[in-house]
């Protein structure tokens, strides 16, 4: 078997996990394809938010996820979580840090359907593209 893709990277918010749906499905599909690891990324706030009040509690719900789903679906996979101050801003900067540090080939994201904003501002999608050289999988 041809191993094309070996560690794939999805980010993941946890407040939107029905918006994901399809990009989870993918990843999971592709991991079990290539025999790959998946690694579901998420960037919290240090303050409490709608998902946890604190990182701690954060880091656990996504750990519980990615367990979930490695059970659901028959696949490897690891959580890794970072903490900033404004994750909205940050996202940009620990995606492709994430990125690095797993060894990422392979990146599966959920888009979202092009407006007039995206004309102005580059996506999370393109960011990546132009900032790793891993590949960009986007779902809609």
Known sequence: MIHLYKKIVVPVDLAHLDKLSKAIDVSSKLAKLYGAEVFYVAVTANVPTEVARTPAEFVAKLRAF??????R??????AKAYTSHD???DLDDYLPRAIEEVGGDLVVMA?????FID???PTHGEHLAAHT?????LVR
């Open 87 to 89: 994750p909205s801003i």
């Open 66 to 71: 990615t367990a979930s789903e490695a059970a």
């Open 111 to 115: 888009s979202h359907v092009p407006g």
């Open 119 to 121: 004309q102005l501002w």
């Open 73 to 78: 679906n028959g696949i490897t996979a690891t």
């Open 133 to 137: 050289s891993a590949s960009i999988f």
